[in-house]
């Protein structure tokens, strides 16, 4: 957020300097990120003058130029070259006279002004634009002056170019009272008062009371939807007559970045940046039915915004409507094109609203309209302010646009924002905050903060919150207030540092992390994605019904509302995000909880998610198309997850039914899926953009957990021999499962069986019969006590084959 320091004087009288404001604010919770100096030193001035435009007419050799004689003042007139299209007689403009040098924005090469021709004729001097003259981008064309601006002063003097400092202060989201610069005067206010001159106030403002206004225009306004709009305020404006803004005015919106507008657009603007209200200026003659109605309309309603882009409302957008029910503005967003302000507006209807945040917030991103009005509403703007920001409004609006109050004050408020009272008790005040403050000085920074505060004479106070601090609800909060204003440097230093050591922790974590450790040495990074989510998406991608999500109330981040209910959610997140950065080779993993409602009770499990996506290594002349990350790689980490847990070898059955994969297998014990992987379902995959192949896996790491406390793990003694290794190729029926291969061999073979291998899988008709395969297999064998004779060696091996024939119809190979 941008803070002007010349903005900030307009309310509050300050001596410190710009770095130590800075500390200042920073102390006071308003975090100054960075410091800019703006503005045009008055020396870069020098040589320019207002002058007024006598005459202007074509330039006889040249189609895009003009002539103009221009009165520079002290009876000097001067004939000026002039390449602006918006030049015309009459007009009060800037002048560069001979021998000045300017200073061109941005900090491009200065430009000296001489006498000299141009296509032929005299140029005594240069009639200059904003950007010329250092005070901003705009080459649009001159800079037109107010008609009052006076012959011949000095361009410093006329338009008081003093430097401005910009603070650049990086607002957390509880700050909803200070999003405007009379939000940060305030608290500057209570700095000083506890700190400097506890009788400093704030410097008036002027505004236009309007309650007794009657008027002759007539205008209905209907509110469809109380709780997304709690307060409508409005009123009708006649007599406009729109044009450029004061010059005092633009420089303001200019120090915020903003381009100014107009006089009518630049004061709501103005009256927002002021008092953290937004306004909107609606021309009254494009109003239908001379009457507003806010209200939702159906899906994928057209509206055009004031950037001239149509787009498909969504039926949750709060719109601005006309009497036919057409949209004029996105309510506290975006303003329509057809009903703004022109140059041909002479009445117009000013809004003063508030907007529930979470209805902004949601129509904001939704269409990725990030503006500033969106920003104040999110963060919680004050529904009491409504009428007087309006009331401002109507002040500058006469002052700047000739306006006239033409109609009475439209307030709708069924249900007032009341302050909240809050009990306040200064010895636990001392104890959260470590403040050495008394009853009395506790009292006095609450008061300080224009709160008020009555005293119960039993060591409590009950303080009653302004409703622009909606933060602002517990004991607690206003402990923090005290502290920032009080300042945190106040907390006394006990001379020893306390702390309570954690108890003991999950038994389970140097297993976990171990699993880790291996997971990242296969080539797989960890990562950690957040545990909130966005509801509707869960719901659109099948992640959980709408009954069967946590929600909960995220004022940082309204879009988060719910608990992430499948672990797999955070790493296609990612995953996401690394692909539209070009990035799409990826393993992840991560270990996570994911929360689900089971009627009144919430389910929280914790799981292990494994993430494949395009190439596990990249091109090489020994593999031109590198290799993949595929199911067989998937499975390799899958299935080995029980072993490094001592759990041994997962019998792993068919997916069936699952609608988070199009195929998969998983490990089924006493009726829990404890593993499952596969290739993630295509329907899921394009709720993220993903367009590749997704592998993915997870595990119950609680499941995991029990079976291995469950499980007895003997030591047993390494053999002292050396391994035996024997292959047999069996011909079986395609498809047979190789884990029932793997099981027969370790129900046969016991503890000698060390590994068991598929080398080979071979495929002939004519050789093998039709509908057979053949597998390839090796086997490590090994004895504890002992080595394995031939003899004892050839029967195992009878053994095996015999019981592969008799379970599996096998046909050996020799």
């Known amino acids: 957020m941008r803070i002007s320091l010349n903005w900030l004087r307009r309310y509050i009288d300050i001596g410190e300097n710009p770095q130590e404001l800075a500390d200042i604010l920073t102390s006071l919770g308003l975090e100054v990120e960075g410091i800019e100096q703006t503005g045009v030193l008055p020396e870069h001035l020098e040589g320019v003058v207002v002058a007024e435009v006598l005459e202007c007419w074509k330039h006889p050799n040249a189609d895009r130029l003009r002539l103009t004689r221009v009165n520079a003042g002290g009876g000097s007139i001067l004939q000026v070259v002039c390449g602006a299209p918006n030049v015309e007689a009459g007009q009060k403009v800037l002048l560069a006279k001979e021998g000045a040098t300017l200073y061109p924005f941005g900090g491009a090469k200065p430009i000296a002004i001489s006498r000299g021709k141009i296509r032929g004729e005299i140029s005594e001097g240069m009639l200059c634009a904003e950007d010329e003259l250092g005070l901003g ?23 008081d170019v ?17 999003t405007s610069h009379l939000g940060v005067a305030k608290d500057l206010l209570a700095w000083y008062r506890i700190h400097r001159d506890k009788n400093k106030i ?15 225009i007539q205008i209905e306004v209907l509110v469809e939807q109380n709780e997304r709009c709690p307060r409508y305020t409005g009123m009708c404006f006649s007599g406009i007559e729109v044009g450029p803004s004061p010059e005092w005015l633009q420089l303001c919106l200019r120090a915020m970045g903003l381009q100014p507008v107009n006089n009518v657009v630049d004061v709501t603007n103005f009256v927002m940046y002021e008092m953290g209200q937004p306004l909107h200026a609606f021309d009254f003659d494009a109003i239908a039915g001379q009457r507003i109605r806010v209200m939702n309309l159906p899906e994928g309603s057209p509206f055009t915004g004031l950037d001239g882009i ?8 709060l719109m601005i409507c006309d009497g036919n029910g057409s949209p004029l503005c996105m309510a506290g967003v975006f303003g329509g094109l057809h009903s703004g302000v022109s140059t041909s507006t002479r009445r117009i209807f000013v809004e003063s609203a508030h907007f529930q945040a979470s209805s902004v917030r949601r129509s904001s991103m939704g269409h990725q309209l990030r503006t500033q009005s969106a920003r104040c509403f999110e963060k919680g703007a004050d529904p009491n302010i409504c009428l007087l920001a309006l009331e401002r409004a109507a002040f500058l609006l006469q002052s700047t646009a000739r306006a006239v109050p033409d109609s009475p004050v439209v307030d709708l408020y069924p249900h007032p924002v009341l302050p909240a009272v809050v009990r306040f008790n200064g010895q636990r005040a001392i104890r959260l905050s470590g403040l050495d403050l008394d009853h009395d000085q506790a009292k006095e920074v609450l008061l300080a903060l224009d709160m008020e505060v009555r005293d119960l004479q039993d060591g409590n106070l009950e303080v009653h919150v302004p409703t622009n601090k909606p933060d602002v609800l517990r004991e607690a909060d206003l402990v923090e207030e005290i502290s920032r204003i009080y300042g945190l440097d106040h907390i006394i230093d006990p ?32 990562i950690m994605s957040l545990s909130m989510v966005r509801s509707a998406g869960c719901i659109r991608a099948g992640w959980a019904l709408e009954e069967e999500l946590v929600f909960v109330h995220n004022t940082s981040n309204v879009q988060l509302d719910a608990l992430k209910p499948s672990v797999c959610m955070g790493g296609l997140e990612a995953l996401q995000f690394n692909a539209n950065r070009q990035q799409g080779d990826l393993a992840f993993y991560e270990v996570a909880r994911q929360y689900r409602r089971k009627g009144q009770e919430i389910e929280e499990e914790e799981m292990l998610g494994i993430w494949l996506c395009g190439l596990r290594e990249a091109p090489h002349w020994t ?18 997850i029980p072993g490094k847990l001592g759990l041994g070898v997962p019998a792993f059955e068919p997916i069936q039914h699952d609608p988070l994969f199009s195929f998969g297998l998983r490990w089924v ?32 790491l609680e499941s995991l957990m029990a079976m291995r406390s469950e499980t007895v793990r003997p030591f047993v003694e390494f053999g002292k021999h050396p391994f035996v290794k024997r292959d047999l190729a069996l011909v079986l029926d395609a498809g047979t499962p190789f884990d029932r291969i793997r099981e027969i061999a370790a129900e046969k073979l016991g503890i000698l069986l060390v590994d068991l291998q598929l080398f080979d899988l071979y495929e002939n008709e004519d050789q093998l019969g039709k509908g057979k395969q053949s597998y390839a297999i090796n086997l490590t064998l090994s004895q504890a006590e002992g080595a394995l004779t031939s003899e004892s060696l050839e029967s195992l091996m009878d053994e095996l084959m015999a019981e592969y024939t008799r379970r599996l119809g096998a046909y050996i190979r020799r």
């Open 137 to 159: 981008p705009s080459h649009e064309g001159i800079l037109v002056l107010d008609p009052s601006a006076t012959v011949g002063t000095p361009a410093a003097e006329h338009l």
């Open 162 to 178: 003093a430097c401005d400092t910009i603070f650049e202060i990086g607002l957390t989201p509880n700050r909803a009272d200070a």
């Open 202 to 216: 704030l410097l008036p403002v002027d505004h236009l009371k309007l309650g007794s206004v009657t008027g002759s």
């Open 310 to 317: 149509t787009r498909e409302l969504k039926a949750s957008d």
């Open 495 to 526: 001379g020893t540092i306390r702390f309570a050591l954690p108890q003991a922790g999950d038994p389970n974590w140097m297993v976990k992390r171990s699993l880790a450790d291996w997971l990242s040495a296969n080539g797989l990074m960890e």
């Open 623 to 640: 593999a031109p198309k590198g290799l993949p990350n595929d199911f067989y790689r998937l499975k390799a980490v899958m299935s080995s």
């Open 669 to 700: 014990s006493d009726g829990t899926t404890v593993l499952r992987f596969g290739k993630l379902a295509a329907k899921i995959a394009d709720c993220f953009d993903l367009r590749r192949e997704i592998w993915y896996g997870e595990a119950r």
